[in-house]
């Protein structure tokens, strides 16, 4: 009887580590499926902004004295000017060109981690960008990048900004 009771304890651990191990990355739901080399061109654009845990537009209604409404008009505007043509090409060799209308194109070589799920944009002049591969198949590619930053650099006692950009990519046939 006691070995059965330990015989059975043993099993539900293996099983509970095995499912816990299973759920912890599903790499199924987002599969990546084909190369990344090719011309990918923008199709969409998802810009998420918070300021110490607050959503951006409850920042600016607590800190900035605007309503709900002057508030949304506001981060409207300011998202408006992110939508712009974004072509990218990456290249056999590691080399990419990233174009954008009214911003001169950047030159650089990247890395795509050996899992497929970490893309590394190295122009070698500032700094690199290093986006989340979330899906990657023929047609279509999402990257996620998180950047945080102090929200002015002159008094960051102020506090932290964290942008959150997830960019929709389709491959140019």
């Not at 539900?12 to 816990?20: A, N, P, R």
């Not at 918070?50 to 800190?63: A, K, L, Q, R, S």
């Not at 605007?66 to 080399?95: H, Q, V, W, Y």
């Not at 986006?131 to 023929?138: A, I, K, Q």
Request: aromatic content about 8%; charged content about 25%.
């Amino acid at each position: 009887m006691k070995n059965q009771k330990f015989s059975l304890l043993f099993f539900t651990i293996g099983l509970l580590l095995f499912t816990l191990t299973s759920c912890e990355k599903n790499d199924e739901a987002n599969p990546i499926t084909a190369s990344i080399v090719g011309e990918w061109k923008k199709v969409d654009i998802d810009i998420q902004t918070h300021v110490n845990g607050m959503n951006i537009i409850d920042f600016y209604t607590t800190y900035g004295g605007l309503t709900k409404e002057e508030a949304e008009d506001a981060l409207e505007i300011l998202l408006g000017t992110m939508d712009f043509p974004l072509n990218l090409i990456l290249r056999e060799d590691d080399t990419y060109n990233a174009s954008m209308q009214l911003i001169a194109p950047y030159d650089g070589r990247y890395v795509l981690d050996v899992n497929n799920r970490t893309l590394t944009l190295d122009s070698g002049k500032e700094y690199e960008s290093i986006f989340e591969v979330l899906l990657l198949n023929e047609t279509d590619m999402i990257l996620k990048h998180v950047e945080t930053s102090n929200l002015d650099d002159s008094f960051p006692e102020m506090g932290k900004k964290v942008v959150t950009m997830t960019i929709d990519l389709k491959r140019v046939q």
